[in-house]
């Protein structure tokens, strides 16, 4: 359905189902409810219509089979997003398919408008191919023409066997999934188009990115309204539809309106950072210990008494590893004959970043690493500070204050009465 970066691994969490081109493919647990939904309602409601001579054993292998087609289909669609990442220099942790579709999980934004395009519509283009292909196969293998399903369409889908069903029901699927994603609004592959089209024709980022997800909002607060009116369909006779289908759209409306809430923020998040150096926001005053020390030690004379909650372990300056709380625990009370050395995660294990990194990248590490705080070390490989996510919020939440309090401080300004140099105010 969209590609995207998510927060952190638990957003996205699931079965991994193994690797395609070098890509990670995972199955998220809410995805067991639509492939029941799937196959129950094409296996209770479409193939008997369609194929009501059919044994009940072959229209539920089918059915099943169509569930499967269905997702394989989502896949290759977000397939299609990261290959073309990977091929402009991008990193793509992995791909998963999850309640309302799939997510290509993308660690960078796309450089320029050209490459956020390409990437974006290369989804809908694959979606709406196999809709073609699938329908072109369908309408060869039909003795009485691909008009048939228009002029006669019960015995038109009678005339087909297992195969060429499964491909009638799966062509037009696609092409509605393929156009539905061109809808010009995030997270939706339609918005980052439109991102990319208005990018381009404002040179900023930020601001097309704003509109991309209001934009995105508005549809979804549209589909939530026409899913509580479709779902009442009793109460609201002329639009119709059914509970089922209109829970559907509503679930997909509050999908939509907080992934593209979520999108925005993500985005103002990120320039807010874009030129801001790892070592404006990192820690600089905090306790370091040494491999060597005894873990009761450092229980007694660090942990206990101090807020820190993670400690660089270093030896003659250099950085050999991060030892926390959790670390302890692991330990299991043998803390007497333990030392820091062997309990701590080895600096190899543990996120490093430049204090001359981009603020923007370093957070990118936190979230793809799923960690609290990234080791600053420089270039001789001394450490020379911390950052924490904390540490990143609250700066950004400074940031937002000194910017709210200078709006403030002009709106005062143009509705104050002007003072010529040197004169009084007529105002005591």
């Known amino acids: 359905?969209?590609?995207?970066?998510?927060?952190?691994?638990?957003?996205f969490g699931g079965v991994r189902l193994g690797q395609l081109?070098?890509?990670?493919?995972?199955?998220?647990?809410?995805?067991?409810?639509?492939?029941?939904?799937?196959?129950?309602?094409?296996?209770?409601?479409?193939?008997?219509?369609?194929?009501?001579d059919w044994?009940?054993?072959?229209?539920?292998?089918?059915?099943?089979?169509?569930?499967?087609?269905?997702?394989?289909?989502?896949?290759?669609?977000?397939?299609?997003?990261?290959?073309?990442?990977?091929?402009q220099g991008i990193p793509v942790r992995g791909i998963t398919l999850f309640m309302l579709g799939g997510v290509a999980q993308i660690e960078k934004e796309p450089s320029s408008p050209g490459r956020e395009f390409t990437m974006a519509i290369v989804g809908p283009l694959t979606s709406i191919a196999i809709g073609v292909a699938c329908s072109v196969f369908v309408g060869a293998r039909l003795s009485m023409g691909p008009q048939a399903f228009a002029e006669h369409p019960s015995e038109a889908f009678q005339a087909l066997g297992p195969v060429a069903t499964l491909l009638a029901w799966l062509g037009p699927l696609n092409l509605v999934?393929?156009?539905?994603?061109?809808?010009?609004?995030?997270?939706?592959?339609?918005?980052?188009?439109?991102?990319?089209?208005l990018w381009a024709i404002s040179g900023d980022r930020v601001r097309a990115?704003?509109?991309?997800?209001?934009?995105?909002?508005?549809?979804?607060?549209?589909?939530?309204?026409?899913?509580?009116?479709?779902?009442?369909?009793?109460?609201?006779?002329?639009?119709?539809?059914?509970?089922?289908?209109?829970?559907?759209?509503?679930?997909?409306?509050?999908?939509?309106?907080?992934?593209?809430?979520?999108?925005?923020?993500?985005?103002?998040?990120?320039s807010a950072l874009d030129d801001v150096p790892v070592r404006t926001l990192m820690l600089t005053r905090f306790d370091t210990v040494e491999p060597g020390m005894p873990v009761q030690v450092f229980v007694d004379e660090h942990l206990l008494g101090s807020e820190q909650r993670c400690f660089?372990?270093?030896?003659?300056?250099?950085?050999?590893?991060?030892?926390?709380?959790?670390?302890?625990?692991?330990?299991?009370?043998?803390?007497?004959?333990?030392?820091?050395?062997?309990?701590?995660?080895?600096?190899?294990?543990?996120?490093t970043v430049s204090p001359d990194a981009n603020a923007a990248d370093a957070l990118d590490e936190l979230a793809r690493r799923d960690v609290d705080q990234l080791a600053v070390v420089d270039a001789r490989g001394d450490l020379v500070g911390l950052l924490r996510r904390r540490d990143i919020v609250r700066w950004l939440s400074i940031r937002d204050s000194r910017e709210l309090l200078a709006r403030r401080s002009g709106f005062m300004a143009s509705i104050s009465p002007s003072v010529p140099h040197g004169g009084r105010s007529a105002h005591r």
Do not use: C
């Open 1 to 11: 359905m969209s590609s995207g970066r998510p927060q952190n691994r638990r957003a």
């Open 21 to 52: 081109f070098g890509v990670e493919i995972r199955l998220d647990f809410t995805l067991i409810i639509v492939f029941f939904l799937v196959a129950t309602s094409f296996g209770q409601g479409t193939l008997p219509g369609w194929h009501p």
């Open 55 to 87: 044994p009940t054993g072959l229209v539920w292998v089918v059915a099943i089979g169509a569930a499967i087609l269905f997702f394989a289909s989502v896949l290759l669609h977000e397939l299609s997003h990261a290959l073309v990442a990977r091929a």
């Open 177 to 197: 999934l393929g156009v539905f994603n061109l809808v010009p609004g995030f997270p939706l592959d339609g918005g980052r188009v439109l991102r990319a089209i």
């Open 209 to 270: 990115s704003r509109w991309a997800a209001f934009s995105g909002q508005v549809f979804g607060w549209g589909l939530t309204a026409l899913g509580i009116v479709m779902a009442f369909g009793s109460v609201f006779p002329v639009v119709g539809g059914g509970f089922v289908q209109g829970i559907w759209f509503v679930l997909l409306g509050f999908y939509l309106t907080s992934a593209a809430h979520a999108t925005s923020e993500r985005v103002m998040v990120q």
């Open 312 to 351: 660089p372990v270093t030896s003659d300056g250099r950085f050999e590893g991060l030892v926390s709380l959790a670390d302890v625990r692991a330990a299991r009370g043998d803390w007497d004959t333990r030392k820091v050395g062997n309990i701590m995660t080895p600096a190899g294990r543990v996120g």
